[in-house]
């Protein structure tokens, strides 16, 4: 399991000379409003959002990524037995890759995904593209209640 943390920044390239320096690294992807370094020490999957941000901050979401898409389900299973509410986003395309994801929002609001990478896709989320059959990223399904209070809705993606 890797930590993950993105947030959202106003310069990209600004930004990514920033994180080279400080992580030692170079990022493992870069396109024209985004970028992701994946760093094994520490184990952090930290991706940077080009996304206005205003008053609402920095932070775009936390997560976790994992290794398979049986480890995505064994956590919303680990979750809802534990009374959170959850919800999934599965073959979906976002941050540039097609993922299997769930999502829970903590008191404040917070945003913590846990996901799974199958592939990179050229795309940043399903509906930039007309014949995706895909769900679209980081939408609501309609038949749960959440209140989203995080970035993800408002920032269209991860």
């Not at 979401?61 to 999934?88: I, M, P, Y």
């Not at 299997?100 to 609001?109: L, Q, Y």
Request: glycine share 2%.
């Amino acid at each position: 399991m890797k930590m993950h943390v993105a947030i959202n920044v106003r310069k990209l390239e600004q930004s990514l000379e920033f994180y080279k320096k400080l992580f030692n690294a170079e990022p493992t992807k870069v396109k024209e409003n985004y970028a992701k370094f994946e760093l094994d020490n520490p184990a952090l999957h930290f991706s940077l959002n080009v996304r206005p941000y205003d008053n609402r901050g920095v932070l775009n979401h936390f997560g976790f990524q994992v290794q398979n898409t049986k480890e995505v389900l064994a956590t919303k299973a680990r979750l809802q037995e534990a009374g959170l509410v959850s919800f999934d986003e599965m073959n979906t395309t976002c941050c540039y890759a097609v993922q299997d994801k769930i999502w829970v929002s903590d008191p404040e609001g917070n945003p913590w995904e846990v996901f799974y990478t199958k592939e990179d896709s050229e795309f940043e989320a399903a509906e930039d593209h007309a014949n995706v059959q895909q769900d679209v990223c980081c939408v609501t399904p309609a038949p749960q209640k959440v209140e989203l209070t995080d970035m993800r809705v408002k920032n269209k993606c991860c």
